[in-house]
């Protein structure tokens, strides 16, 4: 039995923003039932995993019932999405539960995902099945052991329901996640777009006291807000980048301003290295394909602090526009400087000068024109530093295609400090062995949906510690095999 004062509720989104959220609660569902459960997440949040995995916390977990303290709501907010305005798209599946302090003292969001219509789910049944539900606990989980800041994952419920969708009818499922917040651009744009100018203000005051509180005397505290937003959002994308990660759907409604990456719906990780790798089937035209996202979260950047301008300079809009948009510029040399750091730390180089900048990017070429695999690739790099390139240049088809390059790279890294074995060591410390390979998630979401878990909880196991490579997960290890296809991607609704 899971005890009313099991949670501890501090809502300050439910207090200090009213208008901003619909207050809301979960349907009611047959047959509640935990199929994955983050014991260590819970106990971070201060909750105890054996309690909830009970009955009462399944139908928590589920939406199907509130806990003691909890003042679910759905979020309201905007969004533009592959480019154009959707002025009102909001939690149209989702709840907020609450806010818990966790054990570090930071306040984080409980939110529920697939617990029903809610007043902002236009055509949608506001429901979310099984594959998708597990596919992000398992991404999100991938990202959190990779060190990528992420929402994470709680619980994934099933709810005993049969949810129609496109190839048929599936199990339906709740994701319980946390976050540090589900503030987004969207937020801001929502009110931003309707000229309430006082709201925007009161919500740019509740980001700053919730996630920059540094900043709450300061006089220019607005752009000051934009600034460490942007630069967060230029470290997140540059993390993205160094382990091969293709978000799929940066619209405004899915950037947050805590600087997490927030919902997993059609991404994935690229095996061959492609600058234009795109897998979301319904991103025609390849908008957020990887190499493309730094300049993606740029251009969300600019839509942000459209939302601030007024409160920026509310005398002078032309001042306003011409602060904000030196700072949106700057996040191009923020985001190279990060990206390079990222880089170069992958090559075992810590402290980057500018012609390294040359070495990475060689490198990608020769690695992009001869679809050599990403994450393999830099992994085995580590040997070629401690004396055996074989596995590096066994990834080629002419294995003396790397040779010019790996020469310069050596060259290079004997004038880093430290040994050249303890440069090898810090290599490993980045470069994953084990990254969600898209054959290993579709399998184990086949099987989980035909109530098979034992894959999902193995591929789980795998990628909770990606750079330590153990004996019997070779398979794990390697891209999808030639007759695995073309990777394709949904939404996941
Ligand atoms: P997403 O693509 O998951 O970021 O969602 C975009 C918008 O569509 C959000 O406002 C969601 O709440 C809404 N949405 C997605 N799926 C559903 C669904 N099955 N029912 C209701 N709303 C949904
Ligand atoms: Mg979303």
Not at 81 to 92: E, I, K, M, T, W
Not at 347 to 374: I, N, S
Not at 446 to 467: G, K, N, Y
Request: charged share 25%; aromatic share 8%; net charge negative.
């Amino acid at each position: 039995m899971i005890r009313a004062d099991s949670f501890t509720f501090d809502n300050s989104y439910a207090l200090e923003l009213e208008g901003f959220y619909a207050p809301w609660k979960g349907e009611s569902v047959p047959d509640p039932q935990i199929v994955m459960l983050n014991r260590d997440l819970a106990e971070e949040l201060g909750l105890d995993p054996d309690e909830l995995a009970n009955e009462d916390g399944a139908a928590i977990l589920a939406g199907s019932e509130a806990p003691e303290g909890a003042a679910p709501l759905a979020q309201v907010y905007a969004g533009h999405q592959f480019g154009g305005f959707s002025p009102r798209l909001g939690d149209g599946r989702a709840l907020l539960v609450g806010e818990l302090i966790d054990r570090h003292g930071v306040r984080r969001d409980l939110h529920l995902k697939g617990s029903g219509r809610t007043p902002f789910s236009r055509g949608g049944d506001g429901k979310a099945v099984l594959g998708p539900v597990l596919r992000e606990y398992l991404i999100g989980e991938a990202m959190h052991a990779l060190g990528v800041p992420t929402t994470r994952a709680l619980a994934a419920v099933t709810t005993g329901e049969r949810i129609l969708r496109q190839d048929g009818p599936e199990p339906g499922a709740v994701l319980a996640r946390v976050a540090n917040s589900h503030l987004r651009v969207g937020t801001f744009e929502f009110f931003s777009a309707r000229g309430e100018t006082e709201k925007v203000r009161r919500l740019a005051d509740y980001a700053i006291r919730r996630h920059f509180p540094e900043l709450d005397e300061d006089d220019h505290r607005y752009l000051q807000m934009f600034r460490k937003v942007r630069d967060r959002q230029a470290a997140l994308v540059a993390q993205w980048m160094s382990v091969g990660f293709v978000h799929g759907v940066m619209n405004t409604d899915n950037m947050t301003i805590s600087g997490e990456t927030i919902d997993y719906g059609p991404c994935a990780f690229m095996d061959g290295y492609d600058p234009a790798a795109v897998f979301s089937s319904i991103d025609h035209r390849g908008r957020y394909a990887y190499g493309n996202q730094a300049a993606i979260a740029q251009w969300n950047l600019a839509r942000f602090v459209e939302t601030l301008l007024p409160l920026i300079d509310p005398n002078d809009i032309d001042h306003a526009i011409e602060v904000a948009t030196e700072e949106v510029e700057a996040f191009g040399p923020v985001y190279q400087r990060a990206w390079l750091e990222r880089m170069s730390a992958k090559l075992g180089v810590d402290r980057p000068e500018e012609g390294d900048r040359d070495l990475v990017e060689e490198l990608l070429g020769v690695v992009h024109a001869h679809d050599v695999d990403f994450t393999s690739l830099f992994r085995r790099l580590g040997e070629a530093a401690r004396g055996d390139p074989r596995p590096t240049r066994a990834l080629f088809v002419d294995p003396t295609t790397l040779d010019a390059w790996l020469g310069t790279w050596l060259e290079r890294l004997v004038r880093e400090p430290g040994t050249v074995g303890a440069r090898a060591d810090a290599m490993d410390r980045v470069n994953p062995v084990y990254i969600p390979r898209n054959h290993k998630v579709e399998e184990a979401l086949d099987a989980a949906t035909a109530s098979d878990l034992e894959p999902f909880e193995r591929l789980l196991t795998v990628i909770e510690r990606p750079f330590e490579r153990r004996a019997g997960l070779e398979a794990y290890e390697v891209r999808a095999p030639e007759s695995f296809g073309p990777y394709r991607t949904f939404c996941g609704t």
